[in-house]
């Protein structure tokens, strides 16, 4: 079975997350997009650069009555990225096996720190999810599948630390690789599609002369 | 006023999904890929803040036009349908959700700037509306105007007698002629109903401020309406044809320049929808009145003398900060006419509106959700203590209005013009001054 | 307002029960891959550890100089090890089990007897909200944590006489290193989550006039209505608990988890004891508060899911309450719209 993960069915979930998440962009673009007949006000291009920056930070006027949310969000997201590109393993991984590169990997400390405010950013978040009547509403079982296998994913990655045992890590990557392949079936594809989303609504803004 | 169409709306649920579908552009698309259901466009919408209603999201709003997209454009989305596992949209969806997408939506577009992935949700909202009205599923309130703006061309049925009359006696009170169909004029002024019926003031201050800066200037006595029902209920059609007949007016009369009234969403229509409703480029330059009124002021073409020390602050019209950036002219102007200007805590591009954008103020069973909605601007007014509230759009105002009787504040709303206008140099001899 | 328990409710108890299962099972998933795992293998073959082999020597009573400044550095063998072995195994293993076992029996005891409490349940029903969203995911960050923590403890302690036994030592190696590294990887967001807990909860946790009454009447239990404001002397109690069992766990627990900062073997044996203590007990009380905030009291359990509770569930087990007007906006109105 571990041959199995570590082989084919990796394989398989590189092929369908890579084709999967091309193929979602692709699909989206398809959709078409009627040009802006109106007189400029401003330039899309700035705007677009602008409003793709921009919403990486809350504007200050909603900061308030979000606080919780901005935070466990901050928390997740930073925490991930972190533990994604920074956790020794996995800069390894990316330079043997991916990009023949690599670059400084984080000390134990900042892995171990970058975990755990990952899994505290994770948890709030699901749990206001589940909580908060308008996430409540919203929410289908598609974010919940994605919390979770992001969840098992982290989870059997921090059980694997040392790498004491091959089992752990096995069980790890095929964490990542359920994640993967759900990924472009799911909204975790905004990973991706923000740029696009920001992209656009800033585009349109920025030509209206908006600061969006 | 002759009439080219007529509009009759009927109950067509195939029509209407039909329209739904062909909504989806890349953009959509891509908005809903990236949410993410994180909820938080819900403290940007003010019917949210003020019910507590979840259902007031503004994301959720959406749900018809995202299940149209999560089956015809998504692989989960189409499984599900083919197997039977999710309904395909049905009337139904079109009966629940009207409210939200007529009542609880005035396109104001504050969520589109707080979405952390950059969703532009009234963009999306307004293509729902198409969806809803070829359907049929629109306040009947919003389809009676848009009946009225097609047939008569005025949503509130103002014709052109009525509107002579308002001119005739402007011209009276200010001593000034008001151009009517002069060919070959610079500027096309345009009005909203509203304006002709409860605030003429506009009229006569535009006549005078417009003598005084020596533009050469003409109303329509064909077309004279600004506004436009087709953007508000969302039916193309009839928005096409409504800047169809400005265009018109403009073409024959050989304007080369279109003045957009106080007006937030006839700005919207004419400004940035008209050439992508008639799918070519306008050979004309389209103006905020208070874009033109800046304009003049910075040329040194109009001049004002001394300032009002009354403290007042200024609400900024949806469609002007958030749909075409129009938020420092409003100021540079109010300041050189005022000593006290105070802005709200979240005003410009962030401001909260009055409530009755997109349709909503002509909508009667929405009328207790609008005055829920003015709450927060009662607190804003509140929080800064003034008596006087400027704006540069009929709508806000009329609306503006309405909530301060309701709540029996004592606050009087002033346009922007009107302002402008009363501070003018005084007129040339001859010329009597009876504004103030 | 609405006729049963609403549709979001039965989804959020629905996800409790999935989460807990999960976090059950969890630990046991090594095992499946145990049984293919090469490298555990090794196990068997201890003898080809030159670790192990080290160790054997070291025991025979090896010593050496050390060049090493650390505490204990240079001695060997220790007693205190042997010490705190033995209370390990032979005091707080077993006794800690009867006692949870104890608490276990009382509880399925006095539910047999008792059964539920109940409150009148009028049509149609109003509801108060008790918890917002934010006191609602505070408990339950809490409580996730708690399980976690719980669970990867006991296996550590338990799992030597209970899963080698049931599932051999093979997978148990594997069962054990995921619950230490995830112990050790938990705790410290634990000591996040109580202090955030601790400080939203404190304000209506102090003790107020009539708490003692309530408890001479048993909380009621005993027939006679037991009168209670927002939290009932129960609750509070339970809530300083939390707060002096997790303050124990926590510093214990932040030492062990750092144990190579230079403490010396008394104080990590310190340490352990009383984390295992404070643990076993936190653990034993969680058994009374989660029956009473289930199945022993109904109605309960949708204050902490949805935050609202039946007007009549309050007269019964609140009566001196004043819901809180500043709450709501918060959280909103009634969750009627979802209820359809």
């Not at chain 1, 901005?70 to 393993?89: K, N, V």
């Not at chain 2, 007529?102 to 949700?121: E, F, H, K, Q, W």
């Not at chain 2, 504040?409 to 013009?417: I, Q, S």
Request: glycine letters at 8%; proline letters at 4%.
């Amino acid at each position: 079975m571990s041959d199995f993960i570590l082989g084919p069915f990796w394989n398989f979930a590189v092929i369908v997350f890579t084709a999967g998440v091309v193929g979602r962009i692709a699909m989206i673009l398809m959709c078409g997009l009627s040009k802006d007949l109106a007189a400029a006000r401003g330039s899309s291009v700035t705007g677009a650069v602008g409003t793709v920056a921009r919403r990486f930070f809350p504007r200050k006027e909603t900061v308030k009555s979000n606080r919780f949310h901005i935070i466990a969000g901050y928390m997740f997201h930073i925490g991930l990225l972190a533990l994604l590109f920074f956790a020794a393993p996995h800069v390894q991984f990316l330079k043997n096996h991916l990009l023949g590169f690599g670059w400084p990997a984080m000390p134990h400390w900042a892995f171990i720190l970058s975990a755990e405010i990952a899994f505290a950013g994770l948890i709030l978040l699901w749990l206001r999810r589940v909580m908060h009547p308008v996430t409540r509403l919203l929410t289908r079982l598609d974010d919940h599948l994605a919390a979770w296998l992001t969840f098992f994913a982290m989870v059997t990655g921090c059980l694997a630390l040392f790498e004491s045992f091959a089992g752990l890590r096995v069980l790890h990557i095929l964490g990542v690789e359920l994640l993967m392949i759900y990924f472009p079936f799911s909204n975790l594809m905004h990973a991706f599609t923000f740029f696009l989303s920001r992209g656009t609504t800033g585009a349109r803004a920025g030509r209206h002369g908006v600061k969006a | 006023m002759s009439s080219t169409t007529t509009y009759e709306p009927e109950l067509d649920f195939e029509k209407g999904a039909d329209v739904l579908k062909r909504q989806i552009d890349w953009r959509v698309a891509s908005y809903f890929s990236s949410c993410v259901h994180c909820g938080l466009c819900a403290e940007a919408c003010q019917f949210y803040v003020e019910t507590g209603d979840p259902r007031y999201t503004p994301i959720y709003k959406l749900e018809p036009l995202k299940k149209v997209w999560r089956q015809e454009y998504t692989f989960f989305g189409k499984m599900a349908k083919a197997l039977g596992i999710t309904k395909p949209l049905s009337e139904k969806d079109f009966v629940d959700w009207e409210d939200l997408v007529y009542d609880s939506c005035t396109l104001c577009a504050r969520c589109s700037m707080v979405c952390p992935v950059g969703n532009d949700i009234a963009y999306m909202i307004r293509k729902e509306r198409e969806g809803f009205s070829a359907a049929g599923f629109a306040p009947d309130e919003l389809k009676g105007a848009t009946k009225r703006a097609v047939e008569t061309g005025s949503p509130m049925g103002v014709t052109w007698k009525a509107l002579s009359a308002q001119i005739k006696h402007i011209e009276r009170e200010t001593g000034l002629p008001v151009p009517v169909d002069v060919k070959g004029a610079e500027y096309l002024g345009l009005l909203s109903s509203l304006e002709i019926m409860g605030f003429p003031e506009y009229i006569s201050s535009l006549t005078r401020i417009l003598h005084q800066a020596g533009v050469s200037w003409t109303l329509s006595s064909e077309t004279f309406e600004a506004t436009n029902s087709g953007i508000q209920i969302g039916d193309s059609k009839v928005a096409a044809e409504l800047v169809e007949r400005v265009l018109k007016v403009a073409t024959d009369l050989e304007v080369s320049n279109i003045i957009s009234p106080e007006c937030g969403h006839a700005y919207t229509a004419i400004r940035w929808e008209s050439a992508n409703l008639i799918g070519k480029p306008i050979p004309f330059r389209v103006v905020h009145i208070v874009e033109l009124l800046d304009e003049l002021k910075r040329n040194g073409r109009i001049s004002t003398t001394g300032k009002t020390d009354v403290k007042l602050t200024f609400h900024d019209p949806c469609n002007l900060v958030r749909k075409g950036g129009v938020v420092e002219e409003p100021r540079r102007l109010l300041n050189s006419v005022a000593s006290d200007f105070v802005e709200m805590k979240q005003h410009g591009v962030m401001n909260w509106c009055c409530g009755g954008g997109g349709g909503v103020s002509a909508n009667d069973r929405a009328s207790g959700l609008r005055l829920a909605a003015f709450n927060i601007k009662k607190r804003q007014l509140d929080e800064l203590g003034v008596n006087t509230l400027v704006t540069a759009c009929a709508n806000c105002r009329n609306i503006l209005e309405e909530g301060i009787e309701h709540n029996e504040m004592d606050v009087e709303v002033v346009g922007l013009t009107e302002l402008i206008a009363e501070y003018l140099d005084p007129p040339e001899a001859g010329e009597s001054d009876s504004t103030s | 307002m609405n006729k049963s328990r609403p549709k979001s409710a039965r989804a959020l108890i629905w996800a409790g029960v999935l989460l807990l299962l999960c976090t059950v099972t969890l630990p046991v998933l090594p095992y499946i891959w145990a049984s293919d795992s090469e490298d555990i293998t090794s196990l068997d073959t201890v003898e080809n550890n030159p670790r192990a082999n080290f160790w054997r020597n070291v025991r025979t009573g090896a010593a050496g100089y050390s060049a090493v400044g650390g505490p204990e550095a240079n001695v060997l063998i220790n007693n205190a090890g042997q010490n705190w072995r033995q209370f390990r195994m032979n005091l707080l293993a077993p006794y800690g089990s009867y006692l949870m076992g104890a608490v276990l029996f009382s509880i399925a005891a006095f539910y047999a007897l008792r059964g539920p409490i109940r409150h009148r349940s009028d049509e149609p029903k109003e509801l108060l909200l008790r918890f917002s969203v934010y006191q609602r995911v505070v408990h339950w960050f809490t409580a996730i944590l708690f399980w976690i923590l719980a669970l990867t403890g006991l296996i550590l302690l338990y799992g030597r006489l209970v899963l080698i036994p049931l599932f051999g030592s093979k997978g148990f190696a594997l069962t054990a290193s995921a619950s230490k590294e995830a112990h050790n990887l938990f705790g410290p967001i634990f000591i996040v989550a109580l202090f955030m807990l601790v400080i939203e909860y404190a304000r209506d946790n102090f003790y107020r006039k009539g708490d003692l009454s309530w408890l001479i009447k048993g909380g009621g239990m005993l027939g006679k209505h037991a009168s209670a404001g927002r939290f009932n002397f129960g609750e509070k109690i339970w809530f300083w608990l939390v707060l002096l069992l997790g303050t124990i766990i926590s510093f214990s627990g932040i030492i062990l988890d750092f144990a190579n900062l230079n403490f010396d073997r008394n104080t990590l044996g310190l340490a352990h004891v009383l984390h295992g203590i404070a643990a076993i007990l936190f653990i034993s009380f969680s058994f009374g508060h989660i029956y009473l905030g289930t199945i022993g009291t109904k109605g309960t359990l949708r204050g902490m899911t949805t935050g609202y509770v039946e007007q009549t569930w309050a007269e019964l087990h609140h009566d001196r309450w004043q819901p809180d007007d500043e709450m709501t906006p918060e959280t909103g109105p009634l969750p009627a719209a979802q209820n359809e």
